[in-house]
């Protein structure tokens, strides 16, 4: 039986199991049958005691979406226009949602068994919500993790309709970091706009449940992995006695897979809550051996158990739980000053991305979050950052367990020198949060603030209430970007090199080191021309405009550097014609620069590299900046480079130092592998010289060295030895210089008459002498050689050096070093050289096109392909406008549709695209869409995308969706080259 077929058996089992366990919830969300809810702004609402009454009439209320907030309720109703289209968003009268509103709803009460308790609870009321039930007042939630639980068997009317009413108090501004806890970036940052209203409402779910004469409260499991073949398990739950006399009953257990059972007698006082703790030394069934451990994504299989809880009295279960968890033990070091993450005593490198929100008005509900996650997994990622503890909805932890999706969670504080206005409310909430989402394996690490420190006396009121609510077994972190972690940004494109070279530092780091681990970093990601459509007037499609920077591609959302972006895209690839032409060439960008980042950072996986994530792994708005997919599930060209340098075992390309790396972010050792390089010019011939192949093996979880490609002809200097003065932190060392490429660079300290000079290893005739200068150049020097590396002789001088490339002849001389001995700078940075190159008499002009391709491969012993990847690469860096003069593409496409019931209701579309004319076709962009309207068929999975083909080759192509966004099977493909 296969693997799939064994996850979907035991999918289906778990489920079955869920349905019978968990406790019944009477949801009164108000997609279900039992509750429609209205609301209201209290300043219209005359006499809120009369909407207490079952009589009350609701004409002149607006339906309302529960969970949900007000404003996205009107939303919904038409009654305001569609705020992801153009300027809508910045248009509404915020003074209509900036203000209290009333909830209100009735329903009939469920039937109730003599002994039993009905009560009512709610999940989340952003910012406080004053609840009322038959016109009682049960309580204020003060926050929105604020969780409500209220008695009101007393209150049913049995026989009629009950009345619920919520008084939801609005936010209130400013909003960070006085009105935390809540949704700090819903008063507008440079990613979402203002949102009417500031996100009020009822914000999670609203439901009655039942219990007897004993309740259990926060049941948590922990769990200690000293071994592979062994965990311990522990379980920490509160009884409440609900009635006025002492209960005695029976605690019994159910674990699974494995039906550990096990049962304990515990007595709790009349009217009382307190804690009970069961471990391995009460019960052995705790002591699990061979456990199926929960791995991140790429290390192993995340391996989730259930508890079935039952607490009985007098033979009755008067409560029961089900609870869902992963048996793993999360470990962390510091090694040389940077944070090392473990899980199961084995370090992870993190690869992942931050979500600012899962949507900007709170849309995203249930199944979705599955999707959003799901997308995170298939990019190779295994950590979402919850940056301001923006996602509080079950849900999303509920994903990020299933797909092996570690959680750097944040609390509600950004950086700004203010605390809450109410500190107890904030702490309570953070109380509440633990217990809430402790028994999620996902959770990896509790932060503080984002780039900041939290202030007196948040800071140590959270690092106690991480240790005593979750036991200290995920650890706290005070600041997002410090201690053992290297700064925040940039967030603005940089050339792929840049990446890979000394170094790309972050801000507010408090290390040297420029990698480490870092918990933001990225770069604007500009979508498709078919998604740009979807929420940019067409009057405002080109050329650039205000409308662009309403979605955050102006000064709006600076930090991400939009007009370097865009002066990118016309560098590399040539001024755009128009909006399409432009969508599509930033395509490439997004391509490169994504995969450069991740590729750059694991180029130094764990000699200083410990981690990255994106800003932002997903889009909560339709944005031009800051994404992977889009708003409406595009994939960009971000998400495929991501995808790409993140998969599990990896061959890379160094844009640096033209080195060739396997990454093996896996707990395999692997044997016997193949490595192999090939060069292509631009009309698709091969380049044989510059191919390279090895074989070698790959440690698990670490890097190993390939070769270099040499894409020189006839440079001397190249992988000799160099030798300098003094050597830049921010730089590599002087061997940067010779290495045959612009993309790493020396330098030295910032003063005058510094050196650096090469070691050819044993005298060569020497005609020309290349110096390609960084920013920093020398304003004079010397050149000067050697036979002994101790006597010199001056054979060139340059007194007004302009910096930039410079080809100097001289005489023919035979020696063994050449020096650049400088004189004075020409700026406060001291020398910097990208290379300093030596030919002979005949230097040999390249034989490799303006832009020509390199295609890695990587098999295994058996000959299997394990990972393949793809760059451009130019004479002149960056610059790509020759692929504007490839021939046009020739392609042929076949395709079926079939469906797919082992994963739920699915189709499939299975393609295979080949290249069947005489040129290259370069970066192919597939697309599936419905033939009965022209969309697109989203969201989707893919296999791959802006793939190119050489002559011959063909790519399988597989598309999986769910079945209802095809139901008349009716499609096409949409398959466009670059060079169409």
Known sequence: MNIWKITLILTLLLSSITSQAQKEKISLNSEGNLAVWRVKAQAEVADPSLIMSVRYNTEGWVKATVPGTVFGSYVSEGLESDPNFGDNAYTIDKSKYDRNFWYRTEFLSPKVETGEKVWLNFEGVNRKGEIFFNGTRLGLLDGFMHRGNFDVTDLLSKEGKNVLAVLVHWVGTPVPNYASPT??????????????????????????TKTREVSMIDPWIRSKVPSRDEATLSLQLELRNNTAVDQKGILKGVIRPGNIEFSEEMEIEAGKQRDFLLDNTKLKQLVVRNPALWWPNGYGEPNLYTCELTYSVGGKVSDRQLLTFGIREYGYEMVDGILHLKINGEPVYLKGGNWGMSEYMLRCRGEEYDLKVKLHQEMNFNMIRNWIGSVTDDEFYQACDKYGIMVWDDFWLNSNSNLPDDVFAFNMNAVEKIKRLRNHACIAVWCGDNEGYPLPPLNKWLEEDVNVYDGGDRAYHANSHSDGLSGSGPWMNSHPNWYFTKAPYGYGANITRGWGLRTEIGTAVFTTFESFKKFIPEKNWWPRNEMWNKHFFGNSGGNAGPDKYFSTVEYNYGKAKGIEDFCRKAQLVNVEVN??????????????ASGILTWMGQSAYPSLVWQTYDYYYDLTGAYWGIKKACEPVHIQWSYADNSVKVINTTLQDLQGLKATARVYNLDGKEMGRYTQNVTLNAAANKDSYCFHLNFTTDNLAFGKKAFASSVSKDAGEPGAAIDASDGSRWASEPRDDEWIYVDLGEPAEIATIALNWEAAHAKSYKLLISDDAAHWKEIYSNEDCKGGLEEIKIKPVRTRYVKMQGV????MWGYSLYEFELYGKKKKPTDLSPVHFIKLELNDANGNLLSDNFYWRSNKPGDYKALNTLSKAKLNVTSQLVNRT?????KVIKATIKNVGPSVAFAVHVQAVRSSDGERILPALMNDNYFTLLKGESKDIEIEFDSELLPDDNYRLSVIPYNK
Do not use: N, R
């Open 183 to 208: 949704y700090v970036s819903c008063a507008g940052w440079d990613w979402m706009p203002y949102v009417p209203g500031l996100l009020s409402g009822i914000t999670d779910d609203v439901y009655l």
């Open 595 to 608: 995969k450069a980042m991740y590729e750059g950072f694991q180029h130094h996986i764990w000699d200083d």
């Open 824 to 827: 004075k700078c020409a700026t």
């Open 902 to 906: 082992d994963h739920g209701d699915k």
